[in-house]
């Protein structure tokens, strides 16, 4: 806008000149290059305007850049904390699923043994057919079911 007025001045400066009676050239040059180098004056600021301008939003395109990435950096970062802290879950997750079922596989293997070990506490075989139908025969001395009704010897092992 500043070169348009500067550009309307000169034309109306050099009219107003002739008006007056100016007819000297020296007279129309010397003012012509004054206004000439207030031209180049209102340009060379025009320019440095520009300059400035253009640095101040080149600043500014630059300053909003490094927040994008410090925001980016951010949400990554939080991102990767969110990630281990879900597989740090996972993991204790895992890890007492492991110790439920190691609990439960030796609460079993318990209910097992004392399970067998109350039957052979109370096994009793009326004689010697009713434990080979079982499967216990020959029955040894100090294994469940052995009775000496069932050996007939006494050497310690019955059903023989």
Same mark, same amino acid.
């Given at each position: 806008?500043?070169?348009?007025?500067?550009?309307?001045?000169?034309?109306?400066?050099?009219?107003?000149?002739?008006?007056?009676?100016?007819?000297?050239?020296?007279?129309?040059?010397?003012?012509?290059?004054?206004?000439?180098?207030?031209?180049?004056?209102?340009?060379?600021?025009?320019?440095?305007?520009?300059?400035?301008?253009?640095?101040? $939003? #080149?600043?500014?395109?630059? %300053? &909003?850049? /490094? @927040?994008?990435?410090? +925001?980016? *950096?951010?949400? =990554?970062?939080?991102? !990767?904390?969110?990630?281990?802290?879900?597989?740090?879950?996972?993991? $204790? #997750?895992?890890?007492?699923? %492991? &110790?439920? /079922? @190691?609990?439960?596989? +030796?609460? *079993?293997?318990? =209910?097992?043994?004392? !399970?067998?070990?109350?039957?052979?506490?109370?096994?009793?075989?009326?004689?010697?057919?009713?434990?080979? %139908?079982?499967?216990? @025969?020959?029955?040894? +001395?100090?294994?469940?079911?052995?009775?000496?009704?069932?050996?007939?010897?006494?050497?310690?092992?019955?059903?023989?």
């Amino acid at each position: 806008m500043k070169r348009k007025l500067i550009l309307s001045v000169i034309p109306l400066f050099l009219i107003s000149s002739l008006v007056a009676g100016c007819t000297d050239e020296d007279e129309l040059v010397e003012p012509a290059t004054q206004q000439s180098s207030t031209i180049h004056r209102f340009a060379d600021s025009d320019v440095a305007e520009e300059e400035a301008q253009s640095a101040a $939003e #080149a600043a500014k395109r630059e %300053a &909003e850049a /490094e @927040a994008q990435k410090k +925001a980016e *950096e951010e949400a =990554a970062r939080a991102s !990767a904390e969110a990630e281990a802290a879900r597989v740090a879950a996972e993991e $204790e #997750a895992a890890r007492v699923a %492991a &110790e439920q /079922e @190691a609990a439960r596989v +030796a609460a *079993e293997a318990e =209910a097992v043994r004392v !399970a067998e070990q109350q039957a052979t506490e109370n096994v009793y075989y009326k004689n010697c057919s009713a434990a080979r %139908a079982a499967g216990a @025969a020959p029955v040894y +001395a100090g294994s469940p079911g052995y009775g000496t009704h069932l050996d007939r010897d006494g050497d310690g092992i019955g059903c023989e």
